[in-house]
């Protein structure tokens, strides 16, 4: 089943993408495409929709009928109210399961639709670059996800119910008038044009409001889970004030642009309102004199002024729907940015790796980041053999993330080439290569579940063997054992419960547990204190035996034991060799040693 929905989404995130690449400079167009396939089902919604809502659209005809009987008198006017009351009955008791079989095809296609486009956002964000991510917020991001579809189902309902319902209310008030009297449907149809000169007044406006007001929402998401993240260092130093202040201006801002957008909405609610009573008064008096004249019969003033209001109801229901449609239509050019960006990575057709060795091959390799003149990479050139340990040091920006990031095909070589096995990385299937290599960060990654659930995360039919061997390589037995509920213990959000060292151990485990042919390790034992650190660093020795590693460290001890440590600075490699070779060297290595040896 889940595979299912994931195809699915799947199916639907291309639909969109396609969608939205076609007609990305029109709103209309990309919504009308979320819902290809589907049409049929909101035509039996909008056929039963007709017939729910029959009572109050020939309720006027109805009532004017009885009182045009009541004035002839004798059995043709007796007649007349037997023959209108049953029929409006009648009406009223198809009423409520119309209602039920409208509703239910109405809200099935607009909800299904709504998580098919929440899903193929979902599936977009797995596939879009790691840069990409960097780049855009991730509040920014929920925002489009939750706010923007839950604004897209709600035009949906207007457009493609209300809209079409109102039409057909239209239609069938209208083909009724002009069946009874022509003068008067003359009459009706000049509401049109005044309706079409008020939208036109207002559209603009409406719409720059909105799109204000959405991409101001947007930036609200991000501060506030930024926010929540500075929590503990905005309490550590005592500035929950100056935090209060500083989202205080973002929440005002934001009232302010969302009370323009309502102060525009509400003026634009209230010229047409008035607009539309003083024809309705015209049309009371217009109907009254026809009366008068003998042109009409006297009940069907009740007719005409009864479906006047429903005609003005109508012209009204569409102005109102004006913001809703405006801030609807703004939502999908907000979800197409994501769906519609093409700054994916591609693996279709790309040569898939059934093993790994874990030989590699830097070819003059060049990197720089977007917007950046400056190259993090420039010109490296080095060859690692499979089991080798290969240790990265410098200072801050010299190279050594960006170079992680490349081994791991976040990101791929501007200049050069980078060989994996002899194969450029650039015709690898990537997801075929890293089922083979495991990544342990320097800020350990946890997800709200239980400590088996965050080890064996992604994996299925692990035994428990292969838990506590995990467990025990990553010296995480004895704090299992403390733990109330052991490997079934929940870890709370960012693991808020499990110390840095804890947290750190879980982050190893997951990474032993695969049993990879590749081990990068970022920092991975920053976060431990000397006694843990020794702990890991046993464990990580013997788990890097036969395997190709890359080890980044900024604690110069925990990498004696490399095969080769690479001396890196501004984008180049300076040193290379083991650690008694640089040492012996007395360059740089030997000057970053010796200073944090005297810092001890």
Same mark, same amino acid.
């Given at each position: 089943?889940?595979?299912?929905?994931?195809?699915?989404?799947?199916?639907?995130?291309?639909?969109?993408?396609?969608?939205?690449?076609?007609?990305?400079?029109?709103?209309?167009?990309?919504?009308?495409?979320?819902?290809?396939?589907?049409?049929?089902?909101? %035509? @039996?919604?909008?056929?039963?929709?007709?017939? !729910?809502?029959?009572?109050? /659209?020939?309720?006027?005809? $109805?009532? &004017?009928? =009885?009182?045009?009987?009541?004035?002839?008198?004798?059995?043709?006017?007796?007649?007349?109210?037997?023959?209108?009351?049953?029929?409006?009955?009648?009406?009223?008791?198809?009423?409520?399961?119309?209602?039920?079989?409208?509703?239910?095809?109405?809200?099935?296609?607009?909800?299904?639709?709504?998580?098919?486009?929440?899903?193929?956002?979902?599936?977009?964000?797995?596939?879009?670059?790691?840069?990409?991510?960097?780049?855009?917020?991730?509040?920014?991001?929920?925002?489009?996800?939750?706010?923007?579809?839950?604004?897209?189902?709600?035009?949906?309902?207007?457009?493609?119910?209300?809209?079409?319902?109102?039409?057909?209310?239209? %239609? @069938?008030?209208?083909?009724?008038?002009?069946? !009874?009297?022509?003068?008067? /449907?003359?009459?009706?149809? $000049?509401? &049109?044009? =005044?309706?079409?000169?008020?939208?036109?007044?207002?559209?603009?406006?409406?719409?720059?409001?909105?799109?204000?007001?959405?991409?101001?929402?947007?930036?609200?998401?991000?501060?506030?889970?930024?926010?929540?993240?500075?929590?503990?260092?905005?309490?550590?130093?005592?500035?929950?004030?100056?935090?209060?202040?500083?989202?205080?201006?973002?929440?005002?801002?934001?009232?302010?642009?969302?009370?323009?957008?309502?102060?525009?909405?509400?003026?634009?609610?209230?010229?047409?309102?008035?607009?539309?009573?003083?024809?309705?008064?015209?049309?009371?008096?217009?109907?009254?004199?026809?009366?008068?004249?003998?042109?009409?019969?006297?009940?069907?003033?009740?007719?005409?002024?009864?479906?006047?209001?429903?005609?003005?109801?109508?012209?009204?229901?569409?102005?109102?729907?004006?913001?809703?449609?405006?801030?609807?239509?703004?939502?999908?050019?907000?979800?197409?940015?994501?769906?519609?960006?093409?700054?994916?990575?591609?693996?279709?057709?790309?040569?898939?790796?059934?093993?790994?060795?874990?030989?590699?091959?830097?070819?003059?390799?060049?990197?720089?980041?977007?917007?950046?003149?400056?190259?993090?990479?420039?010109?490296?050139?080095?060859?690692?053999?499979?089991?080798?340990?290969?240790?990265?040091?410098?200072?801050?920006?010299?190279?050594?993330?960006?170079?992680?990031?490349?081994?791991?095909?976040?990101?791929?070589?501007?200049?050069?080439?980078?060989?994996?096995?002899?194969?450029?990385?650039?015709?690898?299937?990537?997801?075929?290569?890293?089922?083979?290599?495991?990544?342990?960060?320097?800020?350990?990654?946890?997800?709200?579940?239980?400590?088996?659930?965050?080890?064996?995360?992604?994996?299925?039919?692990?035994?428990?063997?292969?838990?506590?061997?995990?467990?025990?390589?990553?010296?995480?037995?004895?704090?299992?054992?403390?733990?109330?509920?052991?490997?079934?213990?929940?870890?709370?959000?960012?693991?808020?419960?499990?110390?840095?060292?804890?947290?750190?151990?879980?982050?190893?485990?997951?990474?032993?547990?695969?049993?990879?042919?590749?081990?990068?390790?970022?920092?991975?034992?920053?976060?431990?204190?000397?006694?843990?650190?020794?702990?890991?660093?046993?464990?990580?020795?013997?788990?890097?035996?036969?395997?190709?590693?890359?080890?980044?460290?900024?604690?110069?001890?925990?990498?004696?034991?490399?095969?080769?440590?690479?001396?890196?600075?501004?984008?180049?490699?300076?040193?290379?060799?083991?650690?008694?070779?640089?040492?012996?060297?007395?360059?740089?290595?030997?000057?970053?040693?010796?200073?944090?040896?005297?810092?001890?």
């Amino acid at each position: 089943m889940e595979t299912n929905k994931t195809d699915n989404y799947e199916e639907m995130g291309n639909r969109f993408a396609r969608c939205y690449q076609k007609h990305g400079g029109n709103s209309i167009l990309v919504l009308l495409g979320f819902y290809k396939g589907q049409y049929h089902r909101f %035509l @039996i919604s909008t056929f039963f929709f007709v017939i !729910k809502h029959s009572p109050s /659209l020939f309720t006027s005809l $109805l009532i &004017a009928n =009885v009182i045009n009987g009541v004035l002839k008198g004798g059995e043709a006017g007796r007649r007349a109210i037997l023959l209108n009351v049953g029929i409006w009955l009648f009406l009223l008791a198809i009423h409520l399961p119309a209602n039920w079989v409208y509703s239910m095809y109405k809200n099935r296609v607009i909800r299904r639709t709504e998580a098919g486009l929440r899903g193929a956002l979902v599936k977009k964000l797995q596939e879009l670059s790691i840069p990409y991510h960097t780049e855009m917020q991730s509040g920014r991001l929920q925002s489009k996800i939750i706010r923007d579809v839950e604004a897209v189902e709600t035009l949906s309902e207007q457009l493609f119910v209300n809209l079409m319902n109102i039409s057909i209310s239209l %239609l @069938i008030t209208l083909s009724i008038t002009a069946v !009874k009297n022509r003068i008067i /449907l003359l009459f009706f149809v $000049l509401v &049109a044009p =005044v309706a079409s000169v008020t939208v036109i007044a207002f559209r603009s406006r409406i719409r720059g409001e909105n799109r204000a007001f959405r991409r101001e929402m947007e930036e609200t998401s991000a501060r506030v889970m930024e926010m929540v993240e500075l929590v503990p260092v905005t309490r550590a130093h005592a500035l929950e004030k100056t935090e209060i202040e500083r989202i205080r201006v973002q929440l005002d801002e934001t009232a302010e642009k969302g009370y323009r957008l309502d102060m525009i909405q509400s003026h634009f609610g209230a010229v047409s309102w008035c607009v539309f009573q003083m024809f309705q008064a015209f049309c009371l008096a217009f109907s009254g004199y026809m009366a008068l004249r003998g042109m009409i019969q006297v009940g069907d003033i009740t007719f005409y002024q009864n479906s006047f209001t429903q005609v003005v109801n109508q012209f009204t229901g569409v102005i109102n729907l004006l913001p809703i449609l405006t801030k609807g239509l703004e939502s999908i050019s907000s979800i197409g940015e994501v769906l519609g960006s093409d700054d994916v990575e591609r693996n279709e057709g790309k040569q898939e790796i059934d093993r790994l060795e874990g030989n590699y091959s830097f070819k003059n390799v060049k990197f720089a980041y977007r917007d950046s003149e400056e190259s993090v990479l420039d010109g490296i050139n080095l060859d690692v053999k499979a089991g080798e340990t290969i240790a990265l040091v410098g200072e801050s920006g010299s190279g050594k993330t960006t170079m992680l990031n490349l081994l791991i095909g976040f990101i791929a070589p501007l200049d050069g080439r980078l060989f994996i096995d002899g194969r450029d990385i650039n015709d690898i299937n990537l997801r075929s290569y890293r089922r083979f290599i495991s990544v342990v960060p320097q800020t350990p990654i946890l997800f709200t579940g239980t400590i088996r659930d965050n080890i064996t995360y992604g994996m299925e039919h692990v035994t428990d063997e292969e838990v506590m061997k995990a467990v025990e390589a990553a010296n995480l037995k004895s704090v299992i054992a403390r733990l109330p509920k052991g490997l079934d213990t929940m870890i709370e959000e960012h693991g808020a419960n499990l110390s840095g060292g804890q947290r750190q151990r879980i982050s190893i485990a997951r990474a032993i547990i695969r049993d990879p042919k590749v081990i990068i390790l970022d920092e991975a034992t920053s976060a431990l204190d000397t006694i843990s650190e020794k702990e890991i660093q046993d464990a990580l020795d013997g788990l890097i035996k036969g395997r190709t590693t890359f080890i980044v460290a900024h604690r110069l001890s925990t990498v004696r034991d490399a095969d080769r440590i690479l001396v890196l600075d501004k984008g180049k490699i300076r040193e290379e060799g083991s650690y008694r070779e640089l040492m012996d060297l007395k360059g740089e290595f030997y000057e970053m040693e010796r200073l944090q040896m005297a810092l001890r």
